[in-house]
């Protein structure tokens, strides 16, 4: 299939002039991401998995889904960048990288911050002061730290958050 078939079923059409979604994309690469960092959450012959082992129950990794409402600062780009980085730094993650999307013309974004440890991602509707988060980790991450990096950054006037342990009975 081509690029721009591909494209197209996506609801991407390269040949309209007068597409309505427009998208900028920004890279925030990572440069240095240490050895052993970057193997937290993978799987040798030569060394143990870093499956979680808590309450007597072993699942992969703690899922957040975390719903932010009445939140404010959802379409700056810089902004939400910087929380997201926060995150991983308080939950003692490792950052691989960063890719926002920047929609016109409300503003959203729609972007992922990788981690060794999994992922977080996030979906912004600033024209309804909304934005829905999933952060998901595996290994010794505290995801759950997190939370209160969004509070402080968006100053949400909700936040609901819901918790799945990926993987349970499975691994």
């Not at 503003?107 to 909304?130: M, Q, R, T």
């Not at 730290?145 to 509070?151: A, F, G, H, K, T």
Request: aromatic share 6%; with cysteine; charged share 25%.
């Amino acid at each position: 299939m081509s690029e721009s078939n591909a494209l197209f079923q996506l609801g991407i059409d390269l040949n309209s002039v007068s597409s309505k979604t427009q998208a900028e994309v920004l890279e925030f690469p990572v440069h240095a991401v240490a050895d052993k960092a970057a193997d937290r959450c993978t799987t040798s012959d030569e060394r143990k998995d870093f499956f979680i082992e808590r309450d007597g129950k072993r699942f992969a990794g703690t899922h957040l889904i975390i719903d932010l409402i009445g939140a404010s600062r959802l379409d700056d780009l810089a902004h939400i960048e910087a929380a997201l980085r926060r995150c991983v730094e308080v939950s003692k993650a490792t950052l691989l990288h960063i890719h926002l999307h920047h929609f016109t013309p409300n503003g959203g974004v729609s972007g992922v911050a990788v981690l060794s440890e999994s992922h977080i991602s996030i979906h912004s509707w600033p024209e309804a002061d909304y934005a829905a988060l999933d952060v998901f980790m595996c290994g010794e991450a505290e995801p759950h730290n997190s939370i209160e990096v969004l509070r402080e950054a968006f100053t949400p006037s909700e936040i609901r958050v819901g918790e799945h342990f990926r993987g349970e009975g499975m691994v």
